[in-house]
């Protein structure tokens, strides 16, 4: 309803989407400053502004789990 997809559907380990960066085992204090920074348009690296307007759609309670989530796989 807020346009906010499911973490795995671009960026899954099996079936992530052409041309998107593999998250997992990434630092979650790295994945927060990104998703935060398309959500302030800090960074504007996505042509099509898909991260953009999903970041700035979330939560910081959702960004912050999908961080944390990210991280934890190995």
Avoid at 44 to 58: F, K, L, S
Wanted: charged share 25%; hydrophobic share 30%.
């Amino acid at each position: 309803m807020r346009n906010v997809p499911g973490r795995s559907s671009c960026h899954g380990t099996t079936d992530a989407k052409f041309g998107t960066p593999w998250l997992d085992g990434q630092s979650s204090v790295y994945i927060k400053a990104q998703l935060q920074a398309f959500a302030t348009r800090g960074r504007r690296n996505d042509i099509t502004e898909q991260m953009r307007n999903i970041a700035r759609q979330m939560t910081a309670t959702e960004i912050d789990e999908a961080a944390r989530y990210y991280a934890s796989r190995p």
